[in-house]
């Protein structure tokens, strides 16, 4: 069965600092990526998506993601934190297998900014 | 505005009782889903559905159940059978592209938290 692991559960930065969120996921074939995050209080939101082409993703509010297929790990990352960047974040992949066009997702890993 | 509407907000459900928790979605998405968030277990896939009047169960479907009579709503239901129901709901649609798969993403309602009386 196909599985997304995120290797910190939570994760303290203070403002200004780099982020790194570990994920990889099981699936050998072709594989959709996703990151999501998910304020406090609100809904989750697409954060961005992998689908080919380029493995270094860019999305919203300066976060971007790096898929390596060799490593089966599509990482999270964000060169300086804020404050609002405290959220839960969940990676998740769908794989053209037997699931077709579900999410797995990841644990989530819980980030706290301190201002 | 489109988007997806959960309802109600919070539930409470007392011992062997069914509840039904409401999705309806105005995003003319063909696929539709219900996950359960428990702390520290991420998003748990309990049914979906790809077509109306077509459902399949996801990794917890034990003790729910679902119906897809329409394309804008997808009802779940916890059964008395469910017995660690207090959980967050969260439900979710996507559109389906003309391949079986879709390379589209989810997108979310904001939730129903059920809590055991």
């Known amino acids: 069965a196909q599985s997304v692991s995120q290797h910190n559960h939570h994760v303290i930065l203070s403002e200004a600092a780099s982020l790194e969120l570990g994920c990889n996921y099981s699936?050998?074939?072709?594989?959709?990526l996703f990151w999501y995050v998910q304020y406090p209080g609100q809904h989750l939101q697409l954060l961005l998506k992998?689908?080919?082409?380029?493995?270094l993703v860019k999305g919203i509010k300066g976060f971007e993601a790096e898929f390596i297929k060799s490593k089966f790990s599509f990482n999270l990352r964000k060169p300086s934190v804020q404050w609002s960047d405290t959220a839960e974040y969940f990676c998740?992949?769908?794989?053209?297998?037997?699931?077709?066009?579900?999410?797995?997702f990841g644990k989530g890993t819980k980030l706290s900014v301190k201002p | 505005d489109g988007g997806i509407t959960q309802s109600p907000k919070y539930l409470f459900r007392k011992e062997g009782q069914n509840v039904t928790l409401s999705c309806e979605q105005n995003?003319?998405?063909?696929?539709m889903y219900w996950y359960r968030q428990d702390p520290g277990q991420g998003l748990r896939l309990i049914y979906y559905?790809?077509?109306?009047?077509?459902?399949q169960k996801g990794d917890i479907a034990e003790g729910y159940s679902v119906s897809r009579e329409k394309k804008e709503s997808f009802p779940l239901t916890v059964t008395s059978a469910q017995k660690n129901p207090t959980a967050f709901y969260l439900c979710?649609?996507?559109?389906?592209?003309?391949?079986?798969?879709?390379?589209?993403?989810?997108?979310f309602g904001d939730g129903t938290r059920l809590s055991i009386l």
């Open positions: 992998y689908f080919s082409g380029d493995p």
């Open positions: 995003l003319n998405h063909d696929a």
């Open positions: 998740a992949s769908r794989g053209y297998g037997g699931s077709q066009g579900n999410l797995i």
């Open positions: 979710a649609s996507s559109g389906i592209g003309g391949a079986a798969v879709s390379n589209q993403p989810q997108h």
């Open positions: 699936y050998g074939g072709t594989v959709n």
């Open positions: 559905s790809q077509i109306v009047n077509d459902f």
